[in-house]
């Protein structure tokens, strides 16, 4: 069962608080992508990057946010789009990305403040695994709104453990209602396989 699994234990038992995120993260970056394919079949990534490969054209240049150690950059690069930034919390993590050779850019980057990125500047946006317990919750997602041209797709998972909890489906309705964006689709899916967790793939189109 994944939550045997000591670190998505800690992850899961994060509170926001960015310095024990840091430290979970720095312990977990080199055994994370095995743990996420071996033990927890974690699909989130590739059901995510489909879905944007399918709204960004190839020369799109596209944010991949809260970009762990690059598993959803990868998914992209694999369907053909080249031009992807990453941002994350952990430098842990954005260094073993690096090393995938999927990015244009790697930068730290706390998603709950305001992001370094113009309004409009970006032809999609993706988010996997990041608005999960204790990590980021549903305000960031009106800054990757912001940073997103109008009319283009952000993409983004939600874990099954905090979408009603934390009041996802209210706060997009909001951003709905204050002209925003408009939610495309939202799709119940799997997220980690083996342990049974799904999440709300949310399809969004930034205004
Ligand atoms: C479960 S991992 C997901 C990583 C990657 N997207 C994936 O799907 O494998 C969660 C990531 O969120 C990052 N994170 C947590 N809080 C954050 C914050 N406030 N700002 C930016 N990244 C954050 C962590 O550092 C970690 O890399």
Redesign the pocket.
């Known amino acids: 069962m994944a939550e045997e699994n000591p670190l998505l234990r800690r ?1 899961y038992s994060l509170d926001g608080d ?1 310095d024990k ?2 430290d979970v ?1 720095a312990d977990w970056a080199e055994s ?1 992508d095995r743990d ?1 394919a071996n033990e927890f079949g ?1 699909v ?2 590739g059901l995510a990057a489909s879905e944007l490969a399918e709204l960004v054209s190839f020369d799109g240049v596209v944010l ?6 690059g ?2 950059g990868e998914e992209l690069h694999r369907r053909g789009l080249m031009t992807i930034d990453g ?4 430098a842990e ?1 954005l260094d073993v990305a690096a090393k995938k050779s999927v990015y244009r850019t790697l930068s730290v ?4 403040q305001r992001l370094g990125f113009a309004d409009n500047t970006y032809d999609g946006v993706i ?4 608005f ?1 317990s204790g ?2 919750g549903p305000d ?1 997602i009106d800054e990757l709104l912001r940073i997103t041209k109008p009319g283009a797709p952000v993409v983004v998972t939600v874990h099954e453990k905090v979408w009603d909890k934390d009041g996802y489906l209210n706060h997009l309705r909001k951003l709905e209602r204050q002209g925003l964006m408009r939610v495309r689709e939202i799709k119940d899916s799997p997220y980690h396989e083996k342990a049974g967790y799904r999440c709300q793939l949310c399809i969004l189109e930034a205004a």
């Open positions: 992850a960015p995120t840091r993260y994370y996420t974690y989130a990534p991949d946010a809260g970009c762990g150690t598993l959803a941002i994350d919390l952990s993590m980057a706390d998603m709950t988010c996997v695994g990041t999960t990590h980021v960031a």
